[in-house]
């Protein structure tokens, strides 16, 4: 898979974790008391539940760290070039294309004229078994 491909499956991890992370916290997490303005959340017992929902959201944290750890990470594998050098580099494929495309073309010059030698040979063998004559 090359690197571009990477970099976007690790997007689409990244905002699944996050997803779910998010999810998860917004389900489970105890009430609070946002402001003082808003009356005390009624009081919950610290439980086994409320443990859980510590080292849950710990685990999907670290999760979601990794994730973007790794995105950083093939984002600092992405080939760094500047201007100059993509167009250095346009210019050598350019011409590298530009010497092919000769070559190409006297390939195929001279598969036209093998072509015409065999049909003209063709011919003259096609035309001497109509004719009946013995090859010269």
Same mark, same amino acid.
């Given at each position: 898979?090359?690197? #571009?491909? =990477?970099? =976007?499956?690790?997007? +689409?991890? #990244? ?6 992370? %998010? ?5 489970? *997490? ?25 080292? =849950? ?5 670290? @999760? /979601?760290?990794? @994730?973007?750890?790794? %995105?950083?990470?093939?984002?600092? @594998?992405?080939? /760094? ?8 580099? #346009? *210019?050598?494929?350019?011409?590298? +294309?530009?010497?092919v495309g000769l070559e190409l073309e006297?390939? /195929? ?5 093998? !072509? ?5 040979? %063709?011919?003259?063998? @096609?035309? +001497?078994?109509? +004719? !009946?004559?013995?090859?010269?």
């Amino acid at each position: 898979m090359d690197i #571009i491909s =990477q970099l =976007q499956e690790q997007v +689409n991890t #990244i905002a699944m974790l996050s997803l779910n992370t %998010f999810g998860t916290l917004q389900r489970d *997490a105890p009430p609070v008391r946002l402001s003082p303005d808003y009356p005390e959340p009624p009081a919950t017992n610290p439980s086994e539940e409320a443990v859980n929902v510590a080292e =849950q959201s710990k685990a999907m944290s670290a @999760a /979601l760290v990794q @994730a973007a750890k790794k %995105f950083d990470m093939l984002v600092a @594998a992405l080939p /760094l070039s500047g201007e100059d050098a993509q167009l250095k580099r #346009i *210019a050598e494929l350019q011409a590298e +294309n530009e010497a092919v495309g000769l070559e190409l073309e006297k390939q /195929l010059e001279a598969a036209e004229l093998e !072509l015409k030698m065999v049909q003209e040979l %063709f011919n003259q063998a @096609a035309d +001497n078994c109509l +004719n !009946l004559k013995k090859p010269d």
